[in-house]
């Protein structure tokens, strides 16, 4: 009984370590169901939009703007409803245009990079909330928060790129 208790409890630890990417394992749990929910919405996979509609699924956008939303309050406490709107602009740009460049042959960080520039216009809007909401300097908070946004797009790329072929469609790393 004890040896095939121990056998037992070796092979369900052994199915936890899969040597597999952990981004990847999240996002075959919901696969089926996501690839579906897109389809029936006339999307087909290939396109950007089923990329941006598989994220969508997966609250991508929403848990980086929450993300940066609970560093401010950490940091700054309250958090007005000029600054509030001025991040999720810019939160949702870097997650938009992560998504466009993922679709082009280069490296990730390169595609989270050229997000970040892009997101130039949001950017400044979101500093000048963030200095009338705080009166800290708006400039600085942006170096401060430029690593953590651009991590975030790095992620965004790979979820894309990893989900634009549709469930099961093994992925070409550029």
């Known amino acids: 009984m004890r040896i095939a208790a121990t056998l037992a409890v070796s092979l369900i630890l052994s199915g ?3 040597g597999g990417n952990d981004l990847e394992d999240a996002l075959r749990l919901t696969e089926a169901e996501d690839d579906a929910h897109c389809r029936s919405l006339l999307i087909q996979p290939g396109e950007l939009v089923y990329a941006q509609c598989r994220l969508a ?3 991508t ?3 980086n703007y929450n993300s940066r939303k609970a560093q401010i309050q950490q940091q700054y406490g309250f958090v007005s409803t000029d600054l509030d709107q001025a991040l999720r602009a810019d939160a949702f740009c870097n997650y938009d245009e992560s998504v466009k460049e993922a679709v082009k042959p280069v490296a990730e960080d390169v595609a989270a990079a050229v997000a970040y520039g892009n997101c130039a216009t949001t ?3 979101l ?3 963030f200095q009338t909401a705080t009166g800290a ?4 908070f942006s170096f401060a928060e430029q690593p953590l946004i651009v991590q975030q797009n790095i ?3 790979r979820e894309a790129r990893l989900v634009i072929s549709g469930p099961g469609v093994a992925q070409v790393s550029l």
């Open 123 to 125: 950017r400044d809007l």
């Open 16 to 18: 936890c370590v899969t």
């Open 57 to 59: 699924m997966r609250k």
């Open 155 to 157: 992620t965004a790329v």
């Open 137 to 140: 300097d708006g400039v600085a």
């Open 127 to 129: 500093l000048q909330a």
């Open 61 to 63: 956008y929403l848990n």
